[in-house]
């Protein structure tokens, strides 16, 4: 069955739900939306955003109740839908569920690529923002790191040279047991907490603070336990700044937090009618990145600070930022550079409003 062929099975009659708002569900989505096909919603079973594209994420429960028996396309790999069908069981949707054939997801990404292709590679706004101005012009800026190693991974340069205004909230301590033979997760995480207060002094923030946090990924319920601490920790309504992952970051724990967690705060707290929420590359690269900072002067610092926390591991996490720092520099004509999505907290606070 090729691409046309399915999207023209799907009913009519019955309203068409996605399960995984991933990069493969976003894929989905736009091609059905070429096709005018309507989508009422994305599903996931621990929703970590409000929306996606504009269009609502909901919990699978949420999708039961509203859609007895709906279309709920897997918009997931071959190898995982075993194990949706289970979490789909419970709520008796496991029968409504319309498998992607293989060849149908292979030929919308050949033509989405060939789509891109000829899609016009513009930076909106960058020229605005080259020199840097916001980050010199913040008195009080929050860097908010999902985990250890994540501030400085994808923001050392601006915390070299604003540490002195910048204050870290490092939301997971990530305590994990990696097998049989390594050592407990709470203890994993009591290093990883030693780890992150000795590199934030040695990068000299104005304040620094972890949760101490441990258990089995996803640890969504855990994050979402310690919103109140975080805001007793932390005055979000007095920071002209906030920076945030960005909205596709590959990392779930990183979506939920920049795309609901810290939201929901900035909602309960409320904030600085000027704020400006930045989001940050990390483990996907932004896709409308408008802010470039030069950090070529300070990348060797940059360096140090992800050192002490990869000290006698391989340097991958190096080899992959630098890289990527190197690319972003050419936005600058420079030979590093930092990139950031600038945005009003109007436009970052959008999908929860």
Known sequence: MDEQAFFQSLRTDREIYIYGAGELGRLLYHRMTDYGISLRAFVETEPCQAAVEGVPVIS???????APAPQLIAAVEEDLRKE?????HPVNLAEHVVPLPPEVREDMRRKQAEKDLLRPQIMCGALEWKNARPFRDASRILLVSPHPD???ISCGGV????GHKIDVLCVNSAGVNYGEHQP?????????IRQFYAVMKHAGVHDAWIAKIWGIPPMLRQIEAH????????DFGSYDMILVPGAHDDHREHRYIANWLIPR????????????VLRYDAWAPLEQANCFVDISKVMDKKRELIQLYTAGRDGRHWEYISALNQYRGRHL????????????AEQYLAPLL
């Open 60 to 66: 699978v429960e949420a999708c039961a109740e509203q």
């Open 84 to 88: 949706i069908l289970l979490r789909l």
């Open 150 to 152: 994540d501030e400085v």
């Open 159 to 162: 915390l070299v040279q604003h």
């Open 184 to 192: 407990p997760a709470e203890q994993v995480a009591e290093e990883r």
């Open 227 to 234: 919103r109140e601490a975080y805001k007793r920790r932390f």
């Open 265 to 276: 705060i900035l909602l309960d707290t409320g904030h600085r009618e000027s704020l400006l």
């Open 333 to 344: 004509n420079c030979a590093y550079a930092e990139a950031y999505q600038i945005l009003t």
